[in-house]
């Protein structure tokens, strides 16, 4: 009888996969928890920190550099070809024509 006993419950491990003797579970204290939330809270606020003064400082870099100014591009008159009027007149709405 005892042995049947052992050889189910041995039977029954085996099927749910503990087949080894499972580790007593690690016990955490709420005082330990804490303290590791809030050394990992101090280390996401610095690398904040950090992020947003490498960011500000490449941010300065860039707008202090400035951007080339290039020439007007010629006139092209294929550019600007209207095939019927506007409504508001020849001129367009925000633009003069330019008689040569």
């Known amino acids: 009888m005892a ?3 052992v050889r189910s419950g041995l039977l029954r491990n085996a099927l749910r996969g503990a087949s080894r ?4 579970p690690k016990r955490t204290f709420a005082s330990s928890a804490h303290h590791e939330d809030a050394r990992e809270a101090g280390k996401w606020e610095k690398i904040t920190y950090v992020g947003i003064v490498s960011c500000s400082a490449l941010a300065i870099y860039n707008l202090s550099k400035g951007h080339p100014h290039y020439d007007e591009p010629p006139p092209y ?3 600007h070809i209207r095939n019927k ?9 925000f633009e003069k024509k330019h008689h040569h």
């Open 77 to 79: 008159p294929y550019l």
């Open 3 to 5: 042995m049947a006993m």
């Open 21 to 24: 003797p499972s580790a007593p």
């Open 85 to 93: 009027e506007f409504p508001w007149g020849p001129d367009g709405l």
